[in-house]
């Protein structure tokens, strides 16, 4: 079975700390893609990024960066000096892509930055 | 603004009813993906269409169906409502690249 899991419900850190969130996900299968959402007090949802299961290179985009353990089943996101407009709920997900199509979330981490 | 626009962005109706949740993906976007955001449920993905077809299925009830038009729009319809659909509902479009782009979402109100 497929499940994430995303065990921070909520995070608070101070402006300019860095913050992880951490995802750790269960899936038997060998294709799969890993995404990040983000979910602003506004109601959007945001995408930040896909990763498919055989491309393990972390990726940094500006503050943002993420680490892809398989050894680990973890897709943890950093927030490097964090702002308050990092401020919001982040989600974790999980497609299967063989067999039964599956999109799985996790349940998100809500994280405060405080100024 | 993402450019994916939803309709209406506020929906109120009574149990039992039927409504229609309407997305227009960005320009050229082939793919559009449903999905339902609720306290109890979490986010659930529910439906992708992919230039008119539909491409993949999730958590979506059978009260519930979808379809892509000729000019990529999509319609969500829900029937037979119960309190518990009441929820956001959202659509996302993506193009050739792997980036989704999401509407504002309809937050649907079942009395």
């Known amino acids: 079975a497929q499940k994430v899991t995303q065990a921070q419900t909520e995070i608070s850190v101070v402006e300019k700390e860095d913050v992880t969130l951490d995802c750790v996900y269960e899936?038997?299968?060998?294709?799969?893609?890993l995404f990040w959402y983000k979910q602003p007090p506004s109601g959007e949802l945001v995408f930040l990024i896909r990763?498919?299961?055989?491309?393990?290179q972390n990726e940094i985009s500006g503050r943002y960066s993420w680490n892809f353990q398989k050894s680990t089943s973890s897709f943890n996101f950093t927030i490097t000096a964090s702002q308050v407009v990092d401020s919001a709920v982040y989600f974790c997900?999980?497609?299967?892509?063989?067999?039964?199509?599956?999109?799985?979330f996790g349940t998100g981490t809500r994280l405060k930055v405080l100024a | 603004d993402s450019g994916v626009t939803q309709t209406p962005k506020h929906l109120i109706t009574a149990t039992g009813q039927r409504v229609t949740l309407r997305c227009s993906p960005r320009s050229g976007d082939l793919s559009v993906y449903w999905y339902q955001q609720s306290l109890d449920q979490g986010l659930q993905f529910l439906i992708q269409y992919y230039n008119g077809e539909e491409r993949a299925k999730g958590n979506i009830l059978e009260r519930f169906s979808a379809q892509q038009f000729p000019d990529l729009h999509s319609e969500l319809n829900l029937s037979s409502l119960e309190l518990g659909d009441s929820a956001l509902y959202f659509c996302?479009?993506?193009?050739?690249?792997?980036?989704?782009?999401f509407g504002p979402g309809t937050r649907l109100l079942v009395l």
């Open positions: 996302a479009s993506q193009g050739s690249e792997e980036t989704q782009y």
């Open positions: 990763r498919n299961s055989f491309d393990e």
């Open positions: 997900a999980l497609i299967r892509t063989s067999g039964t199509y599956k999109y799985i």
């Open positions: 899936t038997r299968d060998t294709t799969y893609y």
